[in-house]
Structures are given as structure tokens and as C-alpha cells.
T-cell receptor, first 111, second 115 residues
């Protein structure tokens, strides 16, 4: 999978929106952008994914830049339960079936 | 609906013993994956099943590790003659079908500690 770059950590206040950035300048046309998060002592949790267009689901929104070289995960109203490590990864059908997590962004939510 | 279920949630055993870890995927999911995660580390891929067959066993660290899946559903990961370096959280995930557009849904893992 192509490489992604994320900030090591971010802070947010409870009930405020959070924008988590991800750079993927070497993305190919067939790479899907996936976001997962991992809360302490739990398995990873799928958040959202997209290819070219922005995506919304009950958990979050995914905004994808027009050139696809970056994307932003948007949590509309952060709660304490959203404190986790967020992973942005690229997945290509040609690159195997496994997920490979980089360092991710540790999101801290302040009450 | 029911998510991916793993058992046991915790396992402590002595070095040299065999252990068997179980994964119940989401009903109807044809693809199943095993990973492990050491403390503070990223995911390490172990093996992938499509139905009952394992087209990708590339991540199994040694011949002490094996896995099977029967009936296209439950999978077991077996570690023989456990070593201390096998201590980790073993995670199972499933997806409806295999492919880059498919989300993988994880269980909470089995925390394995080898004394």
C-alpha cells in the first residue's frame, strides 16, 4: 500500500468538530482511502472509506482533495468516546488483502 | 447485529504449551483475516481465508503457527510449543468479500501471555 502521513497527535474539545488530516501524495488511481480507529484495549474499528468523492456515514465524513493527494476525516461533534488512535491507509486490489497501519494520529478529547 | 467474536479474551499459558484461539466472523462474511499486535505496535498480518481456503499464508511467522476455517465460518488459530515472543494480542477480522473497497470488521482480540 502507498504511504500516508498523519500528525502524531491532535487535541480537541468535547462537542467541537475535529478535522484529522492525511497526506498521500503517491496515491494511485485505484487506491481506496480507508480510515480506522483503535480505542485503548479494543480491536481496530472501521470508520469510513472512499475513492474519489466525499463520503458521509453515521460516524464521520471523509473529504477527499480534488487531486486525491490528501484527505480529511471529519468528526462533527467530538465526544470523550472518540479519543483513540486514527489510522489513514490506502488499499489497492493489487497489493494484497491485509491492512497495514502506520503510526496514526492520537486524538485527545478534552471535556 | 453481532460483530466478530473471539475467544478466549485472555489466555495465560506456560512456554512450550499449545494454544488454540477461536474466531467467529460476522454471519455471511466470506473473507476472514488473522493479525497480531504487540504492545504499542502496529498490526502484523498472519493469514487470510476466502471461504475455507487460505490463499495467503505469507504472514505466519513459523511452522508452529497454523490456522483452519471450516464451514466458511469459524476459524481457529493454533500455536504449538509457544514461546515468549508469541505474547501479543491476536486479532481476527472479517469482510463481506475480499477486496480493497471492503471494510474489515475486527473482534476485540485474544490477549495471549506466555510465561
Amino acid at each position: 500500500d502507498a504511504k500516508t502521513t498523519q500528525p502524531n497527535s491532535m487535541e480537541s474539545n468535547e462537542e467541537e468538530p475535529v478535522h484529522l488530516p492525511c497526506n498521500h501524495s503517491t496515491i494511485s488511481g485505484t487506491d481506496y482511502i480507508h480510515w480506522y480507529r483503535q480505542l485503548p484495549s479494543q480491536g481496530p474499528e472501521y470508520v469510513i472509506h472512499g475513492l474519489t468523492s466525499n463520503v458521509n456515514n453515521r460516524m464521520a465524513s471523509l473529504a477527499i482533495a480534488e487531486d486525491r493527494k490528501s484527505s480529511t476525516l471529519i468528526l462533527h461533534r467530538a465526544t470523550l468516546r472518540d479519543a483513540a488512535v486514527y489510522y489513514c491507509i490506502l488499499r489497492d486490489n493489487n497489493a494484497g488483502n491485509m491492512l497495514t497501519f502506520g503510526g496514526g494520529t492520537r486524538l485527545m478529547v478534552k471535556p | 447485529g453481532a460483530g466478530v467474536s473471539q475467544s478466549p479474551s485472555n489466555k495465560v499459558t506456560e512456554k512450550g504449551k499449545d494454544v488454540e484461539l477461536r474466531c467467529d466472523p460476522i454471519s455471511g462474511h466470506t473473507a476472514l483475516y488473522w493479525y497480531r499486535q504487540s504492545l504499542g505496535q502496529g498490526l502484523e498480518f498472519l493469514i487470510y481465508f476466502q471461504g475455507n481456503s487460505a490463499p495467503d499464508k505469507s504472514g505466519l511467522p513459523s511452522d508452529r503457527f497454523s490456522a483452519e476455517r471450516t464451514g466458511g465460518s469459524v476459524s481457529t488459530l493454533t500455536i504449538q510449543r509457544t514461546q515468549q515472543e508469541d505474547s501479543a494480542v491476536y486479532l481476527c477480522a472479517s469482510s463481506l468479500v475480499q477486496g480493497a473497497s471492503q471494510p474489515q470488521h475486527f473482534g476485540d482480540g485474544t490477549r495471549l501471555s506466555i510465561l
